[in-house]
């Protein structure tokens, strides 16, 4: 199973809408109602024109934000490759017996609105929000941000999941929860199988 590669951006901070838009109404509220004496007459409607064209700008990025996608903030270039036998990331390989440790967050897809805050800036994800994290024989930490591109994407994942648990490399817990498996009866099945390939 195959996946794009994701390089993130290291810069931290991003200027968003929230900001600008923040801004935009910290000003308003300093000119006209803090200075508004000073710099406009009184019968001006200076104040409340721009009062009702910041609502209406503001209220656009609102609803515009259900609609648009989060910025992607990074690059995506080359493949990362699951196998039963390893992982290759662009040319290199590692294979599974050099790991000693390793974990999936694969809990983001292309097109995923997962924000319940209330914000301007886009909602749907890029579904750049996943890595494998991993520890080679040496001690050597590596992580790698890959992209699905539906919410059914992360299946393609469960062979290797499977065998991670079973070979120790995983922990137990961790491999039923990535696996979504909650039914009592299909943990214990899991967990009877997880020993007993573990201990071949």
Known sequence: MTFQLFIPDKQLRHIDEDRV????????????WGLGELLFPKDSQAGLLCGIVLSCITLFFLVASFFRYQPLRGTLTGDI????????????????????????????????????????????????????????????????????FSAN?????????????????????????????????????FKARHFKEGDR
């Open 153 to 189: 994407g992360r299946r393609e994942l469960d062979p290797v999941i499977s065998m991670a648990t079973a070979e120790g490399k995983l922990s137990l817990l961790r491999g039923v929860e990535l696996l979504g498996i909650n039914n009592y009866d299909e943990i214990q099945q």
């Open 81 to 148: 490759e699951f196998t039963m036998e390893g992982i290759r990331v662009n040319g290199t390989f590692y294979p599974f017996t050099d790991i000693t440790a390793i974990d999936f967050f694969i809990n983001d897809y292309y097109g995923n609105n997962a924000s319940l805050a209330q914000t301007l800036t886009p909602r749907l994800s890029q579904g750049v929000n996943n890595y494998v994290k991993f520890t080679d024989a040496g001690g050597q930490e590596y992580q790698y941000h890959f992209k699905l």
């Open 21 to 32: 838009i923040f801004a935009l109404w910290v000003s308003y509220v300093v000119v006209f």
